[in-house]
């Protein structure tokens, strides 16, 4: 059964960054893309940035570069470097692991971690 475990979120002032985790339990090559998305109340869930397993990188037009993801293979983890936070950041961040690219591909979910962006 495939486990994504995320880690890294917490509490941090506007301007500063944080760095999200996110643990699969098989390799992480065994999926067709690799996302994190965020919830924010009140919102409907949003894919904030993805990685494929060619390595392709796709970021929500919002974010003006100022998060990264990132992957390392030999620790089945994913990444999210986010910088220059803001309130509107403030979510609950999900870790996404997708197999199959059509549409009747399968999505894995973590249990999310929150963010929390003060003024």
């Known amino acids: 059964q495939v486990q994504l475990v995320e880690s890294g979120g917490g509490l941090v002032q506007a301007g500063g960054s944080l760095r999200l985790s996110c643990a699969a339990s098989?390799?992480?090559?065994?999926?067709?893309?690799m996302g994190w998305y965020r919830q924010a109340p009140g919102k409907q869930r949003e894919l904030v940035a993805a990685?494929?397993?060619?390595?392709?990188?796709d970021y929500v037009d919002s974010l003006n570069g100022r998060f990264t993801i990132d992957w390392d293979g030999a620790k089945n983890t994913v990444y999210l470097q986010s910088n220059s936070l803001k309130p509107e950041d403030t979510a609950v961040y999900y870790c996404n692991a997708r197999v199959g690219i059509t549409n009747s591909a399968i999505d894995y979910w973590g249990q999310g971690t929150q963010v929390t962006v003060s003024s």
């Open positions: 990685v494929t397993r060619g390595g392709l990188k």
């Open positions: 098989i390799s992480i090559f065994s999926f067709n893309r």
